[in-house]
Nanobody, 125 residues
């Protein structure tokens, strides 16, 4: 099992940038993928960026070019850099870890076993 502590959520203005952090503990080697999800008011949880340990990052179409996922293994921290924030980015952001089987969607919640508690990002226009 992997545990997370997310941080970095804030109230921002449109156009600003923000970096979310997710420090993890536990046996990460039993997982092969980590990701960031978000859940806006009245919406379903959606995957925005995934990092398969042996492949290139994957992004949702809605955030390509603005979001960057990265991981520092030495610090055991997962990051999400968000540039040019938009009001529609307002959501609770969660980090997650799981095991991606062949032909599974890396941005599908079903691929993930461990979840953080979330950090709130609010963007005003």
């Amino acid at each position: 099992q992997v545990q997370f502590v997310e941080s970095g959520g804030a109230s921002m203005q449109a156009g600003e940038s923000l970096t979310l952090s997710c420090t993890y503990s536990g046996y990460i080697y039993s997982r092969n993928i980590m990701a960031w999800f978000r859940q806006g008011p009245g919406k379903e949880r959606e995957g925005v960026a995934a990092l398969v340990f042996t492949a290139a990052p994957v992004y949702a179409d809605s955030v390509k070019g603005r979001f960057t996922i990265s991981r520092n293994g030495a610090d055991r921290t997962l990051y999400l850099q968000i540039n040019n924030l938009k009001p529609e980015d307002t959501a609770e952001y969660f980090c997650a870890a799981g095991w991606l089987h062949p032909n599974m969607d890396p941005l599908n919640v079903l691929s993930y076993l461990d979840w953080g508690q979330g950090t709130q990002v609010t963007v005003s226009s």
